[in-house]
């Protein structure tokens, strides 16, 4: 019989199979094309475009869009080193010792095992039977209890009288869903297997099944997320009050999808933090109302932001309702890794936008340096940022004249000429960070989680994610461990306490 012997097709794509007269035509069709669609586009903001401008716009944009689908992700921009640096030939400092697993972990409990011979060896030299020296050989590794289900049932006593008139049960004892089939630590474990660890309901249902938790209903999970939102909502009450009661303040904004309940599908979930508290909330706009309703409110003074529109007209409509009451302006912030950014996306085309990112390399040197110092040092080490700052101005002003206007770096730098007194206010207080970075993290999860659940079903739904996202992001900046934080909020909330924050949460632990 004839052996057949199949071999791995290899994978071919749709350009592989064309000549290479008709790729050309094909991309001349594209580039036309392109070329109609730029020009147009000009047209509508009242701009015209000569033949060459043209050419030089769709191949910055090419550049561009080249850069992002094949370029680096990453951002770091390393100085090139000086020939004959003294730092060349400093010695490298000694690697650190290895610690061991129970030095590197000391709060993981160990367990021992011993391992014995049998029967008892005999010497290999005189052949006599060896004896015990009462010395060990240790060595340690990790290992995992896989997560087990049980079913809680939990029976309550009942009490009779030799009358036989009355029945008194023993009372239910309080829970965060009464009636729930699911107990406090299920509901707390898949609210935070969602919102912290970013596992989708129903990927977490097929772990379950692979533990032996066959055809566990997702729904009723994520109606248990609703409920334990609902019961540490005063917990993000407190969070809202800490924000509004903040000088400085940091705010950002991403897309949200609703996926159905409304009549809008593009939602947004707003960020307002600061160093130690962060509050989110899904509004169905981008408005700057949403940021202008929580800035009348605030105590807020200066507020850090990208320069998206909506943030300066909430600073104008907040200051004008704070005239009438004699409370000091709001000031804007601009993000300094916004100005960084343009220039670093011109790197690769335009060798100038190296002397901005060296300057901005040893400003964020400056900067790290700062960091967790007393206010009169922060603002000392500051001022040394700004010659590098007045030199960037003064070479951006120069520049400008050099290139089209119409081009990505003439924009790079109209951007930061033209906010210029914004992105160094930073410059004059302490409190003041350089950039926005802090608050875009604090966006992060929930720009991750989307990618998964794709975005919420209800209102319902974008509630209780505000909520869990605010308390766990909140727990993240203060360095609490979430898991812990809510297990003791539950039972203190349980046991009618008074409901806390992760900072105060830190402080008394």
Not at 135 to 162: A, F, G, H, N
Not at 342 to 351: E, I, P, R, T
Not at 416 to 422: A, C, I, R
């Amino acid at each position: 019989m004839e052996q057949i012997e199949l071999e791995s097709s290899e994978k071919t794509t749709k350009l592989e199979t064309l000549s290479k007269e008709e790729l050309i035509q094909k991309y001349t069709v594209v580039e036309s094309e392109l070329g109609r669609v730029v020009r147009e586009l000009y047209q509508l903001k009242n701009q015209k475009l000569t033949d060459e401008q043209l050419r030089f716009v769709m191949a910055e944009q090419i550049d561009s869009l080249t850069s992002t689908i094949y370029g680096k992700k990453s951002e770091r921009y390393k100085k090139p080193a000086k020939t004959g640096d003294d730092d060349d030939n400093a010695k490298k400092p000694d690697k650190p010792r290895v610690k061991s697993l129970s030095e590197r972990y000391p709060n993981i409990t160990i367990r021992e095992e011993y391992v014995e011979l049998e029967p008892i060896p005999n010497c290999p030299c005189c052949n006599k039977v060896m004896i015990d020296s009462d010395m060990m050989e240790d060595s340690e590794q990790l290992t995992v209890i896989p997560k087990k289900y049980e079913i809680l049932r939990t029976r309550r006593v009942k009490y009779i009288c030799d009358c036989h008139q009355a029945i008194v049960t023993a009372p239910t004892p309080a829970r965060i869903a009464p009636g729930s089939s699911y107990s406090d630590e299920m509901i707390t474990d898949v609210a935070l297997s969602k919102y912290c660890d970013l596992i989708p309901i129903n990927r977490y249902v097929q772990m379950a099944g692979r533990g032996g938790l066959i055809d566990l209903p997702a729904n009723s999970l994520i109606e248990t997320t609703h409920s334990f939102a609902d019961f540490v909502s005063p917990v993000y009450t407190l969070i809202k009050q800490g924000v509004l009661k903040s000088r400085v303040l940091r705010a950002d904004e991403t897309p949200h999808k609703m996926l159905e309940g409304d009549k809008k599908d593009h939602w947004y979930l707003w960020g307002f933090s600061t160093d130690r508290l962060c509050f989110l909330e899904c509004r169905d706009t981008r408005s700057g109302d949403i940021a202008s309703d929580l800035l009348i409110k605030s105590q807020c003074e200066v507020l850090v932001s990208d320069v998206y529109s909506g943030y300066g007209k909430a600073i104008r409509v907040a200051n004008e309702a704070r005239q009438a009451g004699q409370i000091p302006s709001i000031v804007a912030a601009h993000c300094n890794a916004h100005a960084r950014r343009n220039f670093f996306k011109m790197w690769h085309k335009y060798k100038e936008a190296e002397f901005y990112l060296e300057h901005y390399h040893e400003i964020y040197q400056l900067n790290s340096k700062a960091k967790g110092q007393a206010p009169p040092l922060v603002l000392e080490l500051r001022e040394q940022m700004r010659p590098r700052f007045e030199a960037m101005k003064a070479k951006a002003m120069e520049e400008l004249a050099c290139y089209s206007l119409k081009g990505k770096y003439a924009k790079a730098l109209k951007y930061f000429l033209k906010n210029y007194n914004t992105l160094t206010f930073f410059l004059t207080d302490a409190e003041v960070p350089i950039d926005n970075n802090a608050q875009e993290r604090n966006l992060r999860s929930h720009v991750v989680g989307r990618k998964t659940w794709y975005g919420t079903h209800s209102k319902r739904g974008a509630l209780t994610a505000a909520i869990l996202f605010t308390i766990i992001e909140t727990c993240k900046l203060c360095q609490v461990n979430p898991r812990e934080y809510f297990e003791s909020l539950v039972q203190d909330l349980l046991a009618d306490a008074q409901p806390y924050t992760p900072a105060e949460y830190k402080k008394s632990h």
